[in-house]
């Protein structure tokens, strides 16, 4: 019960913003110049950007965990950093197809996403933190697998959705396929014989997503 306390608080905090003090006063352009002079120690790009929300350096949306960032600072010497965090929901016929929904995230993916937002928030800050105090920080390195990317299709799930929704284009919208999904949705899976082909593809396995990879029984 406790973890699960914990992890229910570390959840609802995990995109609120990070603050933290310098001890010599900068401007926004210094401390965007200093930065900018590690910029390959951060995995998206930035500049400063003015405005309704002031002057602030802003770092450009992560796109798999859908955060940008922005840093602001107050009297010189205070440093706050702003998670702006955007839902990419999406829903036909009541049931949630966006990219990050269960159907394409699983329960799992759902409930962590907080949490790996949070991760990547505070690797951002500890960064910026590093830089500001003159310490090393090594060039950002990409990892085998990101954070937050969709997880593998379920040859499975896409062909009993076919089968069952395969006329609305739920199992299109599963694959990333959002535009002929919608496609299928006001035309019966294009008149049925859209559907009928896609069908035979899955079980065949020449079916492909979004990204043009095969759908393969496992």
């Excluded at 759902?110 to 991760?119: D, F, H, I, M």
């Excluded at 697998?145 to 076919?162: I, Q």
Aim: glycine share 12%; hydrophobic share 40%; proline share 6%.
């Amino acid at each position: 019960m406790a973890n699960l306390t914990g992890n229910l608080k570390d959840s609802m905090t995990a995109t609120f913003p990070r603050e933290f003090d310098i001890p010599n006063p900068m401007t926004i352009q210094e401390i965007y110049d200093k930065i900018n002079a590690r910029a390959a120690a951060f995995q998206m790009p930035f500049s400063v950007k003015g405005g309704i929300p002031g002057e602030r350096v802003v770092f450009e949306k992560e796109p798999n965990l859908d955060v940008t960032i922005w840093l602001h600072v107050k009297d010189g010497t205070h440093i706050k950093i702003t998670p702006v965090t955007q839902d990419s929901s999406a829903t036909i016929n009541g049931i949630d197809v966006g990219k990050n929904s269960v159907m394409r995230k699983g329960v799992k993916g759902v409930a962590s996403r907080p949490l790996l937002q949070g991760q990547y928030i505070d690797g951002v800050t500890d960064t910026i933190k590093k830089i500001l105090a003159d310490e090393t920080v090594p060039d950002y390195v990409a990892p085998a697998v990101m954070p937050g990317a969709d997880k593998p299709l379920s040859w499975l799930t896409l062909l009993l959705l076919c089968i069952f929704v395969g006329g609305a284009g739920i199992h299109r919208f599963y694959a990333g396929k959002i535009g002929t999904g919608i496609l299928y949705l006001f035309t019966g899976g294009l008149f049925g014989i859209g559907w009928l082909i896609d069908l035979v593809k899955i079980a065949t396995g020449k079916f492909t997503d979004k990204n043009g990879n095969v759908v393969q029984k496992a």
